[in-house]
């Protein structure tokens, strides 16, 4: 029960924060009945079910050591959470712990079996230790065991030349946070921490000038949200010492915000501890004339540390790396999307309607014509909502109307969304999914949404806030004028914020997998099975041969007219295939699987086919043409099932039929030299093709050098 004076004064203090600073938290605050009018209690901290916190209850002036403002000194004291509600009920925490100087303030382990706790280094009466001057404040630990608190040790950093106190163990049991006055700090006393490592306490690490001040900095306080609180009457506050928050991002630490009335007053405002949500929780402060704890319980929050709210952008960049050997004179990338739509280039940007699994078909075209060479491969990209609170408002109001916030978008999946916590500026704080409200006040406003998740995999809570900028105007014109002047400065910053994929990064490319592949030019598919002499095939039987393959994943026939190692090798008899009307012509990547197929396909990339680098000018073989011909006999030798076709091609410079003859020629040479190695001639197939299959262009003599050229292919021999 809150008694009138209480009441008064809270009122008092809630109307003077209201005028003199703005913004008034909607907090409900009350002093623990049990706080006395001229003792002091104050920093409290959770601990079974209660409350441990520091008091002079039961001490007289008859000490004989005083801290330096002339009051009795402290001792740790315990009160249980029913007893909080009634003016008895302290009990003296721990009999072993408490001594005739100061003790305290404490902090606990998460399991409550071992406490960090400040004292007065010397606590036996003598000579020495009455001297304030040497007497200074330290932090000691003890275990808890059968109910009593053991081994007592001091931490090593404790020190006869400056105080070390306050301290706060971080919920994990590994930083401990606290306050000292050691020389080389900012101001009087600054915030430091240490990790433990391996045991042992590393060395204080101050918190820097972002959190300390050239005043005085102290009771730490840390939520499993690592949220930190302190008292400080360094920066800019209410008077006295006020109450501020920080949260550490990365190395450093978030400018610190300051709690605003009534847990901060014109008075001394410290030692808070509060639940992770800061819905309710204890401080001290001494605006009745003692230090008091008081308990507070949020009814609408502030939002602290708020991010720029992330605009979701559903559009990508996507871009490839070419083929080695790409033509690009002839062919170009193709990225098709849902709904047929189809863009041209190394490198395009794409929007997409929202969220989702987009599949896009990444192909290589004819330049000229479009139409489909190779399909390279088929991507899915995700397009997702960032993790974030999200508002969802109109950018802009004018003074006086309702606008509507909605944060029904916000997104974290995997969490359960408990709360929508806002922040509206002009003192106005809101709860709920949507929300209205009216600006009164033209300008920029700063808008803020905090939502509260609950994991669905452990229970746990947590808090993230963002921000959003509206602007207000004074009348409509005012604003139809703002909107155009910007509008194209938002569509750049859209193309700016395009999310940007590179396809090889994200998925392998086809020659990085550790198989052989080939190239095969596939002219048509069909269901039932054709004749290879077929009608459908006459136009390029004399030059041709056809290949049936039966595809079990389609249930279909393909039939294909050539075959190579490389992607641009095919474009001519591509060409030349759409041009007698096979309009559904492309090329088709295989993996080859055959033993066989892939140790010639090692062989031919390990050994230049090349006329020019087989044979002489006197049709002798070179050392190359040599090699090749030692490892086709290990080959045929190794696999006695297969044979091999020799297939030998020319340029387009001597006449047809002296291509003809020469290329049969130079066919024969390579049978008769693996026969001579002791391959059966029933096994070999040599055939001289001449000019009428060249793979580039003649017009160059780089192009011609492609088309002198040897190819192997193995079938079996049944």
């Known amino acids: ?106 902090t606990f382990n998460s399991n409550e079996d071992a406490i960090y706790f400040s004292r007065n280094i010397y606590v036996k009466s003598n000579k020495d230790g009455d001297k304030q001057e040497i007497n200074k404040l330290g932090i000691f630990s ?67 000038a972002e959190i300390n001040t050239e005043g005085n900095e102290s009771y730490p306080f840390i939520n499993i949200l690592g949220e930190l609180f302190f008292s400080s009457d360094g920066h800019p506050g209410l008077g006295g010492k006020d109450i501020f928050v920080t949260k550490q991002n990365g190395s450093d630490w978030l400018e610190p915000i300051r709690l605003n009335s009534p847990i901060n007053s014109v008075f001394n405002d410290f ?17 009745d004339g003692s230090n008091d704890i008081f308990k507070f319980n949020t009814i609408n929050h502030s939002v602290w540390f708020s991010k720029q709210q992330f ?46 699994i987009y599949k896009v078909k990444v192909n290589v075209v004819d330049r000229g014509s479009k139409k489909l060479y190779f399909h390279k491969k088929t991507i899915e990209i995700q397009i997702e909502d960032k993790e974030q609170p999200f508002i969802n408002s109109s950018d802009y109001a004018i003074v006086g109307e309702q606008v509507a916030f909605d944060a029904k978008k916000s997104n974290y999946p995997g969490y359960e969304l408990m709360e929508y916590r806002w922040d509206l500026g002009e003192g106005t704080l809101l709860s709920g999914a949507r929300i209205n409200h009216a600006f009164n006040i033209p300008g920029e406003h700063i808008v803020q949404l905090e939502v509260v998740l609950k994991s669905e995999e452990n229970g746990k809570y947590n808090k993230w806030a963002v921000s959003k900028k509206v602007m207000v105007f004074s009348g409509v014109h005012e604003k139809e004028l703002y909107e155009k002047k910007i509008g194209e400065e938002n569509k750049s910053e859209v193309d700016n914020l395009s999310r940007k994929i590179k396809i090889s990064n994200l998925y392998d490319t086809d020659f990085d997998d550790g198989n052989e592949h080939t190239y095969r030019l596939q002219i048509l598919s069909s269901k039932h099975k054709l004749p290879l002499n077929s009608d459908v095939f006459l136009g390029i039987l004399d030059k041709y041969s056809i290949e049936e393959i039966y595809n079990d994943s389609d249930s279909a026939y393909a039939y294909f007219v050539a075959e190579q190692a490389e992607l641009m090798s095919l474009y001519l008899a591509f060409k030349e295939m759409v041009s007698v009307g096979f309009s559904d012509a492309h090329v088709k990547e295989v993996v080859l699987d055959n033993p066989a197929e892939i140790a010639l396909s090692k062989l031919s990339k390990r050994y230049s086919l090349s006329l020019d680098d087989v044979f002489d000018s006197g049709s002798l073989l070179k050392t190359n043409g040599l090699l090749m011909i030692n490892k086709l006999v290990e080959l045929l030798k190794e696999h006695p099932d297969i044979n091999l076709g020799i297939s030998v091609h020319t340029d387009n410079l001597a006449s047809a039929s002296r291509n003809k003859s020469l290329s049969q020629y130079l066919a024969q040479r390579i049978a008769n030299a693996l026969i001579a190695k002791g391959i059966r001639s029933e096994r070999l197939n040599p055939v ?3 000019e009428i299959l060249p793979i580039r262009s003649n017009l160059l003599e780089g192009g011609r050098k492609k088309n002198r050229r040897i190819e192997f292919k193995v079938s079996p021999n049944d």
């Open 688 to 690: 001289g093709i001449g």
């Open 311 to 356: 605009t979701n952008q559903y559009c990508v960049e996507l871009s490839d790396s070419e083929f080695s050997g790409m033509d690009t004179l002839s062919l170009e990338y193709e990225w098709e999307f849902h709904d047929n739509v189809r863009l041209y280039g190394k490198k395009v940007k794409q929007c997409f309607d929202g969220p989702g």
């Open 142 to 208: 003890a275990i808890l065991q059968n109910k009593k608190w053991k081994n007592i040790r001091k931490i090593r950093f404790n020190s006869e030349l400056y105080n070390v106190t306050t301290p706060c163990l971080s919920p994990d049991g590994k930083r401990l946070y606290f306050s000292s006055d050691m020389p080389q700090g900012f101001g009087g006393a600054d915030l430091y921490y240490c990790d433990l490592n391996n045991g042992f306490w590393d060395s204080p690490i101050n918190l820097g």
């Open 271 to 287: 030692g808070i501890a509060a639940d992770s949500l800061f819905n309710t929780g204890y401080f001290s402060s001494d605006r």
């Open 1 to 106: 029960m809150i008694n009138k004076i209480t009441i008064v004064s809270i009122l008092i203090l809630l109307t003077y924060a209201s005028v003199t600073f703005g913004q008034t938290d909607k907090v409900i605050i009350e002093k623990l009945p049990f706080c006395s009018d001229k003792k002091d209690e104050f920093s409290p901290v959770y601990f079974k079910d209660g409350l441990v916190f520091c008091s002079n209850i039961g001490k007289s002036g008859m000490v004989s050591y005083y801290n330096k403002e002339g009051v009795g000194q402290y001792d740790i004291f315990y009160i249980s959470h029913e007893n909080l509600i009634k003016k008895g009920g302290v009990k003296s925490f721990s009999r072993q712990l408490n001594t005739k100087f100061n003790d305290g303030p404490v």
